[in-house]
Nanobody
Framework: QVQLVESGGGSVQPGGSLRLSCAVS????????MGWYRQAPGKARELVAA???????NYADSVKGRFTISRDNAKNTVFLQMNSLKPEDTAVYYC???????????????WGQGTLVTVSS
């Protein structure tokens, strides 16, 4: 079974920083893309940032210049450094991974359980 374990969420004041991490268990697959999504109350889930295995990164316009996504392929871990946090960043953040299984090259999407980020004064 594949598991994505997130950590780093919490409560912070506007302008503060948080660093999220997500570790993916398993060794029978390669991780093609890792990313972070978020869902605020009453809002649809949206892509925050993603990084491909080759290093290509994508960010939502609302977080460009403030958030940085990175990954450690050897440790199957993805990070999201969040700086200059705003109240509108408040949401549950979900880790996502696109897995390519070695045996049959089946692609599977995996999700973490979510970690809450609250930005308020």
């Amino acid at each position: 079974q594949v598991q994505l374990v997130e950590s780093g969420g919490g409560s912070v004041q506007p302008g503060g920083s948080l660093r999220l991490s997500c570790a993916v268990s398993g060794s029978t697959f390669s991780i093609q893309t890792m990313g972070w999504y978020r869902q605020a109350p009453g809002k649809a889930r949206e892509l925050v940032a993603a990084v491909r295995s080759g290093g290509i990164r994508n960010y939502a316009d609302s977080v460009k210049g403030r958030f940085t996504i990175s990954r450690d392929n050897a440790k199957n871990t993805v990070f999201l450094q969040m700086n200059s946090l705003k109240p509108e960043d408040t949401a549950v953040y979900y880790c996502n991974a696109a897995l390519d299984y070695y045996r049959d090259h089946k692609y599977v999407e995996a999700w973490g359980q979510g970690t809450l980020v609250t930005v308020s004064s």
